[in-house]
């Protein structure tokens, strides 16, 4: 069965995003021995734009085929007139208000979300990057099977949490941690059962 891995930037205190959603402010980070890291070992969560300009967008993907991302997240795309951020994996997009998807590579979920990554689950193929955001996540907590978290060193004080959702526990276990010279930290986590 595939898996549903939340692959996230975030901040020290565990934001994604200023409240308004952007998330420019990490970008100075992709440098060093973490942009090696993230064009090596993560290339199929890199936007399709990122990876025509670093020369690997003939990359194949090895770890996900598919994509899900909120209204909000895709919002930033279509701000730049990119209608297929991830032009290199089968797109998502979970929205209420967008009627028609405005590209063909991409598919918007209007109905149940969390019943669409089961179904999704079910197929053969890759992984299924969840890309943001927090309330996407927070629809989906029951289906994340692995965390990603890519801790960026700032602190934002308040902003777009990782999960808009009402409290209760659920358990990961940590698989891994990395550590690199500008300071970002990738934790690895699956899911308890």
């Keep these: 069965m595939r898996k549903l891995s939340y692959f996230i930037a975030a901040s020290i205190d565990g934001f994604i995003g200023a409240p308004d959603g952007k998330a420019d402010f990490f970008t100075p980070f992709a ?20 990876r025509q300009a670093l020369g690997i967008d003939d990359t194949p993907n090895t770890e996900f085929d598919t994509i899900i991302q909120g209204r909000a997240s895709y919002d930033l795309a279509l701000d730049i007139k990119v209608t297929s951020p991830y032009a290199h994996l089968r797109e998502y997009v979970a929205s209420r208000s967008i009627k028609e998807s405005p590209d063909p590579n991409v598919e918007i979920v209007s109905g149940d979300v969390a019943a669409k990554i089961r179904e ?19 629809q989906l ?9 890519k801790t ?15 409290f209760r526990i659920a358990d990961f276990a940590l698989d891994s941690v990395r550590t690199f010279d500008n ?3 990738v934790r690895k986590y699956h899911r308890k059962h």
């Excluded at 440098?31 to 990122?50: I, N, R, S």
């Excluded at 079910?122 to 927070?138: K, M, N």
């Design 31 to 50: 440098v060093g021995d973490f942009l090696d890291y993230l064009k090596a070992e993560c290339p199929d969560t890199l936007p399709t734009p990122a």
């Design 120 to 138: 999704l689950k079910q197929e053969d193929g890759l992984g299924i990057y969840l890309c943001g955001g927090a309330s996407l996540a927070g």
């Design 141 to 149: 907590l029951d289906e994340v099977d692995e965390l990603v978290i």
């Design 183 to 185: 300071g970002v930290l």
């Design 152 to 166: 960026y060193p700032v602190i934002l004080g308040s902003g777009m949490p990782m999960f808009a959702a009402e």
